[in-house]
């Protein structure tokens, strides 16, 4: 490396002068975001299993919308989410981020932070205008009105009680909160960050050409190759106006039609129907997908969650051409394996819009999803057994140097291992993570 002032630090190619001894690998930067992203009610396991080898697979029938950004994901399969000890449905989504079991008392109901929250207080909080953010569309649609299906669990370690986090459900508060000053194309931000780009050239180019009176022959050969090519750099920053910024406020889509408190207050047991709001599902979570891309590519927060509905999953999908609630074809109708994996088909449809709009947002010469980890997951892996092991989940992204394009299968290890190991991509070098009665260490062969 060539270290400069602050935290500047430049990679270099490897050298002659640098000795024969064995190289060793980059180690690659920590990643810089982190989104986790539910769906309720498991998968059809046969038919989102994917097909082949690790780095020769075919998505199965639910994934198969992802086909697009395959290279972009890492499914990782046969982990059990052994830590989800409780009520059937609310403990998966309690362990899904926490890796500790249900505890049903008056101050929370984890004995542990959810990832998201492990992250924010190291990547986010006291450095970004939010720690994270956390949204969901439809939410509290069944008995228990929102009280027990947060994912996210504050506070930070070592401050217990942990008590869940509720989302945010209003999507014209969300966008008038996050982005109702933003001033799109005039940021000074941007100015900043393209003038700090330059500067960083400026000073490589100096480094390298002071490094290269000291090389020989061969060496001097690949220095003036870097040269080159940071030259090129340099003036194609030139050509670019100083405005230009990957932060833009989404546009704001009429959501009138949709209640987001539909569901919080009722006292009916069963299924809350809202036809109107239900209906309004797709828009809203295109626009709720929106805001949290823009979210962190402003730099307003580095964490984000996404919740698509509730733990009960009692909502419509009219636009699916299905006249009942999905939790009637998990199982309250009896199991509709055919009605569910058209659901399941549907959100793989969602994550792809999410990961495209992330690969779209130019950073600086890499995109929004490169310097991410996205987290897929759910609160169990099949709907009428409520069974947790062999749990649908994916990762996606290339933060932390995160391997994707590839399918990893595990001998039914536990959850909880791959959760430190989402830390560990973040720096953080732990190597157990929630209840470490269901944590054996780190997974191998992410990375």
Not at 115 to 139: E, F, M
Not at 407 to 418: A, D, E, G
């Amino acid at each position: 490396m060539l270290r400069g002032a602050g935290a500047i630090a430049v990679a270099l190619p490897w050298l002659e002068i640098m000795g024969t001894e064995r190289p060793a690998r980059a180690q690659p930067a920590p990643a810089r975001r982190f989104l986790a992203v539910y769906t309720p009610g498991g998968t059809v396991i046969d038919r989102w299993r994917p097909a082949g080898t690790e780095t020769s697979f075919t998505l199965g029938p639910i994934l198969a919308p992802l086909a697009p950004v395959q290279d972009r994901l890492l499914v990782v399969d046969g982990l059990d989410m052994k830590s989800a000890v409780g009520e059937q449905h609310q403990s998966g989504i309690i362990a899904w981020l926490t890796g500790t079991p249900q505890e049903r008392t008056s101050s929370g109901y984890g004995s542990g932070p959810s990832i998201d929250q492990v992250i924010a207080s190291r990547i986010s909080a006291g450095q970004k205008a939010k720690a994270s953010i956390q949204l969901a569309v439809r939410w509290a649609t069944g008995k228990s009105h929102g009280l027990m299906t947060p994912m996210n669990i504050a506070n930070f370690e070592d401050t217990a009680p942990y008590s869940p986090i509720q989302p945010r459900l209003d999507p014209v508060e969300i966008f008038t909160e996050l982005f109702g000053t933003l001033n799109p194309g005039a940021s000074n931000d941007a100015a900043l960050r393209l003038a700090r780009k330059r500067s960083i050239l400026d000073f490589v180019d100096r480094r390298y050409a002071a490094l290269s009176a000291r090389l020989g022959a061969a060496d001097k050969q690949k220095i003036d190759q870097h040269l080159t090519k940071i030259r090129e750099i340099e003036q194609r920053l030139g050509s670019t106006p100083a405005t230009t910024s990957a932060c833009r406020a989404p546009d704001l889509v009429d959501t009138s039609d949709y209640n987001p408190s539909a569901g919080l207050n009722s006292d009916d047991p069963g299924t809350i129907k809202d036809t109107s709001t239900d209906a309004a599902i797709p828009k809203v979570g295109k626009l709720m997908t929106d805001m949290l891309v823009m979210a962190l590519a402003c730099d307003i927060t580095a964490v984000g969650t996404l919740q698509w509905s509730d733990t009960e999953a009692k909502y419509t999908l009219p636009w699916l051409k299905l006249t009942e609630n999905h939790h009637f074809y998990q199982e309250m109708g009896g199991y509709r394996p055919a009605e569910c994996e058209l659901i399941y088909t549907w959100y793989s449809e969602q994550h792809l819009y999410l990961l495209q709009e992330m690969e779209k947002v130019d950073m600086g010469g890499h995109s929004l999803l490169d310097e991410s980890v996205v987290f897929f997951g759910s609160e169990i892996a099949d709907p009428p057994t409520h069974r947790k092991t062999n749990m649908p989940f994916l990762l996606a992204g290339g933060g932390g140097g995160l391997r994707t394009g590839r399918w990893v299968q595990y001998p039914s290890f536990p959850h909880n291992n791959l959760l430190v190991s989402i830390l560990n991509l973040f720096g953080d070098t732990r190597t157990t993570f929630g209840d470490p009665r269901y944590c054996t260490g780190p997974l191998t062969n992410l990375t």
